[in-house]
């Protein structure tokens, strides 16, 4: 980009004529605004100049003739009515190639309390994906340093895949290893309704000074408004795309799509709308589908968006409307288990409930059958395994599960491996965990 980018981007920024109405009335969460039903679109950015020197960000979420009903991004108290709402225009970002090593707000503004550069183009939060007649098929297979994703689970670029744990089972300390290991020229990070408490670690010591290095951190703590955590994951996919249109492969994670989706019902149930399944309203399941599909493969003269997106399922309920949502419509999903996370074993995958869906194309027949062995003798330790702790399995009864026994420990050890160079090296070890 010319070293004018920016300027000519500031510049561009600047209105000439600046539009404003005041506010009606006060609707529960929502505000009743005269006077900018005529040139406000809806999902367009407001700011509210309270009397007492306040100026609080908002969004349109409905228009009449008469006004328009704004949600805004902070609390509320101290607003009068005759405050003055300026109208700002399209709800957008401008992704700029300097934002790499940068962690941002979902507005676009700096949170490391450095200047940020505007990028040439201010990009609309919500783009169409690339045109499902004209994107290229799925690429190929992305070494990750991780032994169980660089075979049983393979990741290929373009691929889209959900990561479903509940909490405190290594799902955060995962993501950082996937930033760190997984080949990319850029990698964005949607950090959606986290503690606050946790960014600074995350940056610091999970993602580190060289994931940093290559990465774009949007974060959206979990005390600001629905608003602002439902933006991050938007803004996060907005900067993908600008990278994947010069070109680039990009690896998108975005931490997590259940908050996501309960910023998203915040807001729909603020606007009128009805909730139907589990308190979701049944927006939800869209909002969440054409996020999922704005990743993936880009058309012939584009990159791609590699992405990994996180699902928090309570008491591992994969059947929750979240999980169910976006599981169908992923190209694989990795699950997370707390049992064996208790046990010790990180990445704590429990491999025969995860499914990657690049397989058996991603791999060679001889790779292939070394996955389906693998998976064979895991499942049968698993049938076996509480037989055999209560001491009621006797040797010799079954050849499969006698192999299985003796192997477990040492495929249960590979599934642990993080410091894979290849994916060679990682089937070479797979082969020796085989043999015994």
């Not at 996501?260 to 909002?287: C, D, K």
């Not at 064996?340 to 292939?368: C, H, K, Q, T, Y």
Request: one cysteine or more; proline letters at 5%.
């Amino acid at each position: 980009m010319s070293v004018f980018d920016s300027l000519l981007a500031e510049m561009a920024s600047v209105r000439p004529v600046r539009h404003f109405g005041r506010i009606h009335a006060m609707q529960g969460a929502t505000l009743l605004v005269h006077g900018l039903s005529k040139r406000a679109r809806l999902g367009d950015r407001v700011q509210i100049d309270s009397a007492q020197g306040a100026l609080i960000g908002g969004e349109i979420l409905a228009l009449t003739r008469d006004g328009a009903e704004v949600l805004p991004e902070a609390a509320t108290e101290g607003l009068a009515i005759g405050d003055r709402v300026e109208h700002l225009g399209r709800n957008g970002v401008a992704p700029h190639d300097s934002w790499i090593g940068r962690v941002i707000d979902p507005y676009g503004e700096p949170l490391d309390g450095r200047p940020l550069a505007l990028g040439p183009v201010n990009r609309s939060l919500r783009q169409a994906p690339p045109s499902p007649a004209r994107r290229k098929r799925l690429g190929g297979r992305l070494s990750t340093g991780l032994d169980a994703f660089n075979t049983m689970l393979p990741l290929v670029r373009g691929q889209r895949v959900g990561l479903f744990a509940g909490s405190g089972v290594g799902k955060t300390m995962l993501l950082g290893q996937l930033a760190r290991g997984i080949e990319a020229d850029v990698v964005v990070l949607a950090l959606v309704g986290e503690r606050g408490r946790e960014l600074r670690d995350f940056v610091e010591d999970v993602l580190g000074e060289e994931g940093l290095a290559r990465s774009v951190v949007v974060s959206a703590t979990s005390d600001l408004s629905p608003l602002a955590r439902r933006r991050a994951a938007l803004t996060a996919m907005t900067v993908a795309e600008h990278f994947r249109d010069e070109g680039k492969h990009v690896l998108l994670l975005c931490d997590s799509v259940t908050r996501f989706a309960e910023a998203h019902r915040e807001i729909a149930l603020s606007a009128g709308e009805h909730p139907s399944l589990r308190g979701f309203p049944p927006s939800t399941a869209h909002q969440i589908m054409a996020l999922a599909e704005r990743a993936g493969p880009g058309e012939e003269a584009q990159g791609d968006i590699t992405a990994v997106f996180t699902v928090l399922v309570a008491g591992s309920d994969m059947d929750e409307p979240v999980a169910d949502i976006l599981r169908g419509v992923l190209d694989g999903h990795v699950i997370l288990d707390r049992t064996i996370a208790e046990r010790g074993r990180f990445p704590a995958i429990d491999l025969m409930r995860s499914v990657s869906r690049s397989l058996p194309a991603a791999a060679s027949p001889g790779e292939n059958a070394q996955i389906a062995e693998a998976r064979r003798l895991i499942g049968a330790w698993e049938r076996a395994e509480m037989m055999v702790q209560a001491g009621l399995y006797a040797q010799g009864s079954d050849p499969l599960t006698d192999r299985a026994i003796k192997l477990f420990p040492k495929l249960d050890g590979f599934l642990a491996g993080q410091a894979a160079k290849s994916n060679a090296d990682s089937f070479a070890r797979l082969r020796k965990a085989l043999e015994g």
